[in-house]
């Protein structure tokens, strides 16, 4: 669980589901601070029409109203007002105040949009070198996690994302899902791809060899060997894990996945990519934080379990 939550809020429709997670994520003594930012940029056009002092008494009141709105018996909540460029001042309070989380509110956007979303949130996931609970607009989000999953890829960039997974599920005693997805078309791809090339005319039907079925039987068979080793190192740990090796696209099976299960709490790592490459990122994380209608977890690989913080800081 995590001690420090920073909870960036513009007060719109999701700030209260963002708060309501946020408490499902924070340990007993945890800190939630409550961070609003006044837009210097959205001011300038407007000359005298508003003074910054203005929009911060208004801010003020509504972050003590959420502050009352999310006080608990066991964790505190502060609030915080910054004026600068949204995402910079998330990322610069993070650091200053060590939080060990930022949990953030996106608005889910459709069709073209929903991919090339541009917003504060997507921004934040892409730089932040702290993990990342990303929170959608949902129907209802429990009050404690009940079934969380993380989607592996069953490889060594899953380490920081698998620590932090396990950390929860020890913690809340959540149902916890291990979750692997084998997308055949892939293989199938790049078997066709000298077909496709070859300079020769297309072939109107393909008959896909016996060896490269037997070749998809033993990747998928190789899979299921790896995700009951991961979940018998949980087990070592004293966790139970269900394991589930799915087929198709990865984000696409791992979102129906966790609309099927109900699933509270999708776990993801990234690989943390700098500049260009992580703004074209295309990973499979990036397309889950999309396609999902649960809460993510972004976990930069080279982010380890939340360290413990003083509970006086």
Same mark, same amino acid.
């Given at each position: 669980m995590y001690r420090r939550i920073l909870l960036p809020t513009d007060f719109g429709p999701l700030t209260s589901e963002a708060l309501t997670v946020a408490r499902s994520l924070a340990a007993d003594d945890a800190k939630i601070r409550l961070l609003n930012i006044i837009d210097e940029q959205a001011l300038l056009p407007f000359p005298g029409l508003s003074l910054p002092s203005d929009f911060e008494s208004r801010a003020a009141e509504s972050l003590a109203a959420l502050a009352r709105e999310g006080e608990g018996a066991t964790w505190s909540?502060?609030?915080?007002i910054r004026m600068g460029r949204i995402h910079s001042e998330i990322l610069t309070t993070a650091k200053t105040w %060590? +939080? %060990?989380?930022? $949990?953030?509110? @996106?608005?889910? !956007?459709k069709g073209v949009r929903k991919f090339f979303l541009g917003s504060v949130a997507d921004r934040i996931t892409r730089a932040s070198p702290i993990p990342v609970c990303v929170v959608? *607009? *949902? #129907?209802?989000? /429990?009050?404690?996690? !009940? !079934?969380? *999953?993380? +989607?592996? %890829?069953?490889?060594? @960039?899953?380490?920081? +994302? @698998? #620590?932090?997974?396990?950390?929860?599920?020890k913690e809340t005693e959540a149902e916890a899902w291990l979750i692997h997805a084998f997308d055949d078309n892939f293989w199938l791809g790049a078997w066709m791809l /000298? $077909?496709?090339t070859s300079g020769n005319p297309l072939p109107t039907s393909v008959a896909v060899p016996k060896e490269t079925q037997k070749t998809l039987e033993s990747s998928r068979v190789l899979r299921e060997k790896a995700i009951k080793e991961f979940a018998a190192s949980y087990a070592e740990h004293g966790i139970e894990v269900k394991t589930q090796l799915l087929s198709g696209d990865p984000p696409e099976a791992v979102? #129906?996945?966790?609309?099927?299960?109900d699933i509270d709490l999708l776990v993801a790592g990234t690989h943390g990519y700098g500049s260009l490459d992580r703004f074209l990122l295309g990973s499979t994380a990036d397309k889950i934080l999309r396609l999902s209608e649960c809460p993510v977890l972004i976990v930069p690989t080279s982010h380890g379990k939340a360290e413990e913080k003083k509970p006086e800081e």
């Open positions: 909540i502060q609030t915080e %060590d +939080a %060990d989380l930022i $949990v953030i509110g @996106s608005h889910g !956007r959608k *607009a *949902a #129907e209802e989000h /429990p009050k404690q996690l !009940r !079934r969380i *999953a993380i +989607a592996s %890829d069953l490889g060594n @960039s899953d380490k920081a +994302a @698998s #620590e932090h997974f396990e950390q929860l599920a /000298p $077909v496709y979102c #129906e996945f966790a609309t099927e299960h």
